[in-house]
């Protein structure tokens, strides 16, 4: 089981930058994918970025070039430094981790607003 606790969210202006942080409970080094996701208001939550295991990185067309995901296996932690954020990036974000040698995501945060005005 993993339990993972993201932190990092509030209110910025259009064009600012935001750090989330995602802290595992457990050690993150054999899990496949972590990911970050959200969800905007009346709307499904939807796929933003993931980090594999072996630090290779993938992105939603919207964020690329905008945000970076990183994974510091030492701190158990996954990064998400989102540059040049729109009112469209205004959504609670979430960090999920699959399952140990697995693809599918069995652990999910609760978590952190991100609202930037414009």
């Known amino acids: 089981q993993v339990q993972l606790v993201e932190s990092g969210g509030g209110l910025v202006q259009t064009g600012g930058s935001l750090r989330l942080s995602c802290a595992a409970s457990?050690?993150?080094?054999?899990?496949?994918?972590m990911g970050w996701f959200r969800q905007a208001p009346g709307k499904q939550r939807t796929w933003v970025a993931h980090?594999?295991?072996?630090?290779?990185?993938n992105y939603a067309d919207s964020v690329k070039d905008r945000f970076t995901i990183s994974r510091d296996n030492a701190k158990n932690t996954v990064y998400l430094y989102m540059n040049s954020l729109t009112p469209e990036d205004t959504a609670v974000y979430s960090c999920?981790?699959?399952?140990?040698?697995?693809?599918?995501?069995?652990?999910w945060g609760q978590g952190t607003q991100v609202t930037v005005s414009s």
């Open positions: 980090i594999t295991e072996g630090g290779t990185t």
């Open positions: 457990a050690s993150i080094l054999s899990i496949n994918f």
């Open positions: 999920a981790a699959t399952g140990r040698g697995g693809i599918v995501y069995a652990y």
